[in-house]
């Protein structure tokens, strides 16, 4: 069993309102030395897979088709091996 | 400066009607080996900091204020320091 860790952020040419507006409401709250603040998704899956490349080839997949939108956004995956206990 | 990367996840007890949702229409899609999806949110601040200690508890501490819940959401913060080129 494998877990995959995605990390799915906007391309740093579109604008991020959400961000903005966290921002500035971290600003209000006295945090000034933060620059700048943007948002993405983080999506976590256990995959059945034989292996890490196989795990790694369905976790992009799966970001392809239905997780990220591959126009706007862009994604990271990394797999990490469940240990049984 | 400094990057600080931080996932947002919802504590394990806590339903995730989102990734449930997620993971129906995966399986729609025919990625029947995935046996689970769980969602959270992932953000980005931009810290002007001293030291990458400095830049850690700032960026925990607008977690604490701001950008968590910390009754049903778990955070991770991870720090890099940011090369001016």
Aim: proline share 1%; hydrophobic share 40%.
């Amino acid at each position: 069993m494998y877990k995959a860790k995605i990390t799915i952020t906007l391309r740093s040419s579109i604008l991020d309102p959400q961000g903005k507006a966290t921002h500035h409401a971290l600003g209000e709250l006295g945090f000034k030395s933060i620059q700048s603040v943007r948002i993405g998704k983080f999506v976590e899956l256990e995959i059945d897979a034989a292996s890490n490349s196989e795990a790694a080839s369905l976790a992009e997949n799966a970001c392809k088709e239905l997780l990220a939108n591959s126009v706007m956004e862009d994604y990271q995956v990394e797999i990490q091996e469940l240990v049984v206990r």
